[in-house]
């Protein structure tokens, strides 16, 4: 791993979503605060700082992590994806997302993104997952406003637990 | 007449949140040159300030000032409080600590890194002083003195007579007594406080941004503190906010802070909170404790009640507090038709992080002590709890009820809320559930809970802290004002803006309906604003979101600014379609004649003709471009002289039911089923009002199993992390099968009342009278944790 003075200030590359991005920044900064005020990637969330919340939840190299527990030289050259990749051309909701949008599995939307970060990693590990298996990995997160059966409902949903038709969110 | 209203529209707001394009008020650019800001807080819960010596932290490059009392106080005022009584706050800590994270200095430095380095390099020497924690203990002649001015903590008594309460229970049967002690909390929004201030010299005004949540009477308080006209303060809030719950209220000090220091660096300054200050710092609930007393009959009718109300709001009294010890108080009888009521109103400070608003705002308190007393009264007279509650219910015929201390109930139907509730077959199956546990051996509870549940506070109800002839020196105070702007773009667009702060409740998408409804539109062709901006928005006093004000107060006005568009447009399109305004109706993006049609202009060619031929408006029409709807129903009166206040607009009805079981072996409370019957009038967005109840729910098991601030007896503060502070997971919260009726409200033109506190209020009480229930014992303190419930049966002998 590459050796730092911790008072000299060091440029730091990765690739977001796809893009390769660098920033000069002290060695200490953590990946959260990288992301957010060095590369503007402000879709990311920090909400405790201590590893509890999930708000900051991103993927580096497919892999779901707590960017907030990360230091951004952890994610040096390495492929860090965040809630701004989810969706496709002109803005359209991935499943995930309008499962989300459906089942009104957010309100404030502070902690959806470290949401959608997790899940989408878990399933694309796990394709066919339980109920029990969703709700084991929700339990990493914090919401304050839904009370979780929103979401627990829209995680259903994109894991194809639930018939997409069935009753329970939004018409339009 | 088309069907937005009432249907679950999909949200507006979702496809942003969802894709990262959020805008809170940590991702909204600075100005240039911008300064990061620290705060040093108290270690000590009580302590004389000797020293701060802050030179080797002012010698470290890129930090520009650290910032103490001393200097907050030479270009700045206490803040302003309802009561009036020498209980001085600045944005800083002045000579003396009053709560473990009371800030004490600022240190402004080019990053808040640095920030953070520098504040390890200020030296602050304290005196400690003997910290008092017990409220009850707090109020006796031997305690140390907060504010040694008010030479006193307990800084306000007020006592209240309803009816006839001393021959009411001198007529009882029997009097049944509790005293239940409920306490300290937050609901921690996952986003903390933002403030961003600059000032300019140039006009001494400054420029703020901030997560504020309202109510926008604390904007004068702000400008006061800072000592510039209203207009000279400008506060801005961002266009999203990562939740609020009545915390976000609590940023307004910080605000202050970040203008002060802007104004001694000359430069911008920006603060974000941690979690961990949140913690600490940011704000609680307040704890109270109630000695409540029922004079009944034998058969369970409630005769009168006596309330003693001790409630502890820390080291100091914020604007707008006492709020939660006044806010139900014209409903302080709950769904009860009880005439006869004293209340004592007790306002204690001890050495605690203020105390200040939180959903349910004084709920929570006030219906754990009447509801468990009510299923005191059914053990303690022998009959069923059901029973005590159905004989004692407001009935229906009595609507729109004047309830003994003010609150004018506009409509509802207890009793059938309560039986549609337990019918169903939903309470034969709690009972075989608990026969069948109980058989075994195990523990199993029933627990019912009954919320009156008001919305859209009356500005006036905190002036009856406030004895009649002082209320009457510094002149009545009532209503609440709500304004919402409709606007139409050259093209025929339509925008709206109104008084509210966004916190995740739906309003984008509710307003758009609401709109659309009026103006023969669909939600997806309104354009709703909802950033604020103080300098260029309408805002009242009344303004923000708290207290379910939305739905009673700025839904309607939305509805008359619409209202007010379509009846100019109507004027116009007469004109054009040579006919009758009357006869002329607005549809599906056209503007039409009922009679005919086929005679019809669209919607956008009519909204757009007094942008470019207001000549050709009809006789004596202003151009129609912008209305404000302005809506402030006339029923939120003053205290009267005998102190009766209608406290809120509107009254919504719930009734809880649910059964829990202890675990042999964890001593937790498990919940087993839980039923929530609402009646909330007329129902917006179907979709959005069960996400509102699903939330307060879980804060309501929250508070009634998990959450709760400790400070231990010599003032330490012991839960400042998630790890500490036990935030419900997904897997903590059980499921809640959610009942709906609609009695729509006869005071407003929508019919819709506010319901988003309910099971904030309910919850907790439903479980402690289930845990009773199950336990058999009188006293339950909350949030039951396992500690405590083993404690419990420990005590009553049934621990194996």
């Known amino acids: ?172 | 007449m088309s069907k937005r209203l009432g249907t679950s529209v999909a949200r507006k707001e979702d496809p942003a949140l969802l894709s990262g394009h959020g805008r809170y008020a940590d991702d909204l650019p600075v100005p240039a040159g911008t300064l990061h800001a620290h705060v040093i807080r108290s270690p000590h819960p009580h302590a004389d300030i000797v020293s701060i010596d802050a030179a080797e932290a002012l010698a470290k490059d890129g930090v520009w000032a650290v910032i103490t009392g001393d200097d907050v106080r030479k270009i700045s005022d206490p803040f302003l409080v309802a009561l009036k009584a020498p209980i001085h706050q600045w944005s800083l800590a002045v000579e003396r600590v009053r709560f473990v994270g009371e800030p004490v200095a600022l240190v402004v430095a080019e990053n808040r890194y640095l920030a953070e380095d520098a504040a390890e390099l200020v030296q602050i020497e304290y005196t400690p002083l003997e910290a008092i924690i017990d409220p009850v203990a707090a109020c006796k002649p031997s305690a140390p003195i907060l504010h040694a001015e008010a030479n006193t903590n307990e800084v306000s008594v007020r006592k209240f007579q309803y009816g006839d309460t001393k021959s009411a229970f001198e007529k009882a049967d029997k009097v049944v007594k509790l005293t239940v002690d409920f306490h300290r909390l937050s609901f921690t929004p996952m986003e903390c406080f933002v403030a961003v201030a600059s000032y300019n010299p140039a006009n001494d005004s400054y420029d703020c941004m901030a997560n504020f949540q309202g109510p926008f009477s604390t904007h004068p308080v702000m400008a006061r503190a800072l000592r510039v006209p209203g207009p000279k303060m400008r506060l801005r809030i961002p266009p999203d906010s990562g939740g609020s719950f009545g915390i976000k209220l609590s940023v307004f000090p910080y605000v202050v802070l970040a203008a002060l220091a802007s104004k001694i660096t000359g430069r911008p300054v920006k603060w974000v909170e941690d979690r961990a200050e949140h913690l600490l710092a940011a704000s609680s609930g307040p704890n109270r404790v109630t000695e409540i007393e029922a004079a009944v009959t034998k058969d369970g009718k409630i005769l009168g009640l006596r309330m003693d109300q001790l409630e502890d709001y820390g080291a100091f009294l914020r604007a707008p507090m006492p709020g939660p010890l006044y806010r139900m108080h014209g409903a302080v009888t709950g769904g009860y038709d009880v005439a006869n009521i004293d209340v004592i109103n007790r306002v204690v400070l001890t050495n605690k992080m203020p105390a200040s608003l939180i959903r349910g705002f004084g709920g929570p308190q006030l219906y754990l002590a009447l509801e468990r007393l009510v299923q005191r009264i059914a053990i303690e007279l022998g009959l069923d709890h059901l029973d005590v509650i159905r004989r004692n219910l407001v009935p229906p015929e009595k609507f729109p009820y004047h309830a003994a201390a003010g609150s004018l109930y506009d409509s509802g139907d207890y009793p059938r809320a309560v039986e549609t509730a337990i019918g169903g077959g939903r309470l034969d199956h709690l009972k075989k559930r608990r026969d069948e546990a109980r058989k075994a051996g195990r523990k199993y509870g029933i627990g019912f809970a009954v919320v009156v549940e008001p919305a859209m506070s009356n500005m006036g109800y905190l002036s009856t802290l406030l004895t009649p002839e002082a209320r009457d020196k510094a002149g009545p105070k009532n209503g609440a004002t709500s304004m919402v702007t409709v606007n139409l773009d050259p093209l025929g667009a339509v925008s709206v803006t109104a008084d509210v702060t966004v916190q995740g409740q739906g309003h984008e998408t509710v307003l758009a309906q609401i709109v659309a409804e009026q103006l023969g539109l669909t939600p997806h062709d309104i354009d709703v604003t909802l950033e604020m901006d103080t300098a260029k928005d309408q805002w009242s006093i009344a303004a923000g979101t708290y207290s379910c004000r939305f739905t009673p107060g700025t839904a309607v006005a939305a509805h008359m600014a619409a209202g007010q568009i379509a009846a100019k447009l109507k004027g116009i399109a007469a004109k054009q379609l040579n006919v009758l305004p009357d006869d002329v109706e607005l549809v599906g993006g056209k503007i039409r004649s009922r009679s005919n049609p086929d005679n019809a202009v669209s919607f956008s060619r009519i909204a757009g003709t007094s942008h470019w031929s207001p000549v050709m408006l009809p006789d004596g029409m202003a151009p129609v471009i912008s209305e404000t709807g302005v809506w402030n129903p006339p029923e939120l009166a003053p205290p009267s002289g005998d102190d009766r206040i209608n406290t809120s607009f509107t009254y919504g009805f719930v009734f809880d039911m649910c059964g829990i079981e202890i675990d042999p072996v964890t001593y937790q409370v498990k919940v087993d089923r839980y039923v929530s019957m609402h009646d909330a009038g007329k129902i917006l967005n179907p979709m959005i009002a069960d996400g509102q109840i699903c939330g307060a729910f879980a804060q309501g098991i929250a508070a009634a199993l998990y959450e709760e601030f400790v400070t231990n007896e010599e003032g330490a503060f012991l839960t400042g992390t998630f790890a500490d502070y036990l935030v419900p997971t997904v897997s903590e919260i059980p499921p809640v099968e959610l009942l709906h009726m609609e009695s729509p409200s006869p005071f407003t033109p929508l019919g819709a009342k506010g319901l988003a506190e309910g099971n904030c209020m309910s919850v907790p009480a439903c479980i402690a009278n289930a845990i009773a229930d199950a336990l058999g014992v009188k006293d339950v303190q909350l949030p039951a944790t396992p500690r405590r419930i083993h404690a419990l049966m420990a005590q009553h002998g049934g621990v194996r």
């Open chain 1, 1 to 172: 791993m590459r050796r730092v003075n911790k008072d000299q200030k060091v440029r730091i590359s990765l690739t977001l979503n796809g893009r390769k991005m660098s920033a000069e920044t002290e060695p200490r900064m953590l990946l959260s605060d990288f992301l957010r005020h060095s590369l503007g990637a402000t879709g990311t969330h920090v909400g405790c700082e201590h590893g509890v919340c999930g708000c900051c939840t991103v993927q580096i190299d497919g892999t779901a992590v707590r960017s907030c527990l990360t230091l951004a030289m952890q994610a040096e050259d390495r492929a860090v994806t965040t809630v701004e990749s989810l969706a496709g051309p002109g803005g359209t909701l991935n499943k995930l997302q309008q499962a989300f949008r459906n089942h009104h599995a957010l309100q404030c939307g502070f902690c959806t993104p470290g949401i959608l970060m997790s899940f989408t990693d878990f399933l694309a590990r796990n394709p066919k997952p339980t109920e029990e298996e969703l709700r084991d990995v929700l339990g990493g997160h914090i919401c304050r406003c839904t009370g979780y059966a929103g979401i627990m409902a829209a995680l259903k949903e994109a894991a194809g637990l639930t018939n997409t038709n069935e009753p329970t969110g939004a018409k339009s």
